[in-house]
């Protein structure tokens, strides 16, 4: 089953588990000890490939054959921390900021990030013309306050010297990525600081202009975009369970490796499935090219996300920091079946 969450407003449903819509599972388990049903979100993005692939060739399924699983689909990350807040969901592929969020407003009790899935691939889109010199006085939009691109806007704005509160310099709106495209090609903002493929599209179908490409703020060019967190209530109750949904990512980043086209097929066809529409080659092609993917969750990106996250005035971390926020033992042990090499928390595990 898959439920599209269009909105905060339906996260807000979504987490009062009173709604019909919504059926929590029991506590029963299967005979192998993982849960009768299991709930595992993601985006219709291209940056959630790994995910877009594990649920087209029901790789899920293969690794949790005696569990019932429901999909949830987000708009934003924030709204997948929401819904593990209100405990409907267990597991989902998510952005760095929202996992740093949800871990840091919950004193470190909420989530822990179990494996790394999608690098790179986002853009700050501006109208033809734009330069860092006329930035005042401009509009912007970002997929969601608190989200990962808006903290990336935000703290390179601070770093440019420029204030985006109420009366600042420039003005930010969060906005849904389909709605900042309309909005893009009408001229009503001026720039989006977006992930791929609306990148892409603002360029190729908004005729937008690339002002930053993130990859050249980041150290050798890598930065986290997508990962995959779980409730930690979750996580120690059904660890079997974290480690089947780890095999099927693992699969579908080898088929992503070992067979591009296939990888995008799959991509679009689940994208085109939860949207009802169908990126153009164009746009695919540019898009693709700009991500990369892998399990290491890039641990000192995610610490860099942080720092700007606390820079923006976004977030409050404790004296402990993000420590605790990965538990990378059940990914590592997996990888080591197969002959990989371990994934690095960089400190930051318990």
Do not use: C
């Not at 974290?242 to 066809?269: C, F, G, Y």
């Amino acid at each position: 089953m898959v439920q599209i969450i269009g909105s905060l407003a339906a996260v807000a449903v979504i987490a009062s588990v009173a709604m019909s819509a919504i059926k929590l599972p029991t506590a029963a388990e299967t005979n192998s000890g993982t849960p009768a049903t299991i709930r595992i979100g993601y985006f219709a993005n291209i940056t959630h490939a790994p995910a877009l692939i594990a649920v087209q060739k029901g790789l899920f399924s293969k690794y949790l054959p005696d569990t019932k699983i429901e999909y949830f689909v987000f708009p934003s990350g924030p709204a997948a921390v929401e819904a593990f807040k209100g405990g409907a969901l267990d597991i989902s592929y998510l952005g760095p900021n929202p996992a740093i969020n949800g871990f840091a407003t919950t004193d470190g009790s909420l989530l822990r990030i179990v494996s790394g899935a999608t690098y790179g691939g986002a853009q700050f889109i501006v109208q033809p013309g734009i330069t860092e010199e006329t930035l005042q006085g401009k509009n912007f939009a970002t997929p969601g306050l608190g989200g990962t691109q808006d903290v990336a806007l935000r703290s390179w704005l601070t770093n440019k010297g420029l204030s985006y509160e109420v009366g600042g310099d420039v003005s930010i709106t969060p906005s849904d990525n389909a709605a900042t495209l309309a909005l893009f090609q009408k001229g009503d903002i001026d720039g989006a600081w977006v992930p791929e493929p609306w990148a892409s599209r603002l360029v190729l179908e908004g005729k937008g202009e690339v002002l930053v490409d993130e990859t050249d703020l980041w150290k050798d060019g890598q930065f986290v975009t997508t990962h995959i967190a779980s409730t930690t209530a979750f996580a120690a109750k059904y660890p079997a369970a974290v480690e089947a949904v780890l095999q099927a990512n693992l699969d579908a980043l080898q088929l992503i490796a070992e067979d591009p086209a296939e990888a995008k097929r799959l991509s679009l066809a689940e994208i085109a499935k939860q949207t009802g529409k169908t990126l153009a080659a164009d746009v695919v092609e540019r898009a693709w090219a700009n991500l990369s993917f892998g399990y290491d969750p890039l641990a000192k990106a995610l610490q860099a996300s942080a720092d700007s996250a606390v820079n923006a005035g976004l977030l409050k971390l404790g004296p402990s920091g993000l420590k605790g926020i990965y538990n990378l033992a059940p990914l590592n042990s997996l990888v080591a079946k197969r002959g990989l090499p371990a994934a690095d928390s960089a400190g930051l595990e318990e």
